[in-house]
């Protein structure tokens, strides 16, 4: 079990969060007009209920620089990739894959 230390904390926005891990990585999931998810581009949301059945995720180190994700798995894994064919967000994430990408980079030391 990690110990909380002054890294750890939550954020909000009215189109999704954002969780910054004990070990400095900090991931975010956003679900609004402007992000990669079934919302994209829709110009009804009510930003005081938004619901998505799928999600943006980006993730970026302790130092503030995005960890590349797009079907990058070394990325995934180990927050570190040296691809430069990928994006820096993955669009259209289930919940189950953004609790997986949440997972996998809250067990990496930083």
Do not use: Y
């Not at 799928?54 to 040296?82: H, P, Y």
């Amino acid at each position: 079990m990690n110990t909380i230390n002054n890294k750890s904390n939550f954020g909000a926005s009215p189109t999704g969060f954002r969780l910054t891990l004990d070990n400095g990585f900090t991931v975010s999931v956003q679900f609004g007009s402007l992000h990669f998810c079934s919302n994209k581009n829709r110009t009804d949301i009510d930003l005081r209920n938004v619901k998505s059945p799928d999600a943006e995720v980006a993730v970026w180190d302790s130092d503030g620089k995005f960890v590349t994700l797009n079907k990058c798995q070394t990325a995934i894994d180990t927050g570190k990739c040296d691809c430069v064919i990928h994006d820096d967000v993955l669009g259209h994430q289930s919940v189950s894959q953004v609790i997986d990408i949440i997972n996998k980079f809250n067990t990496i030391n930083d």
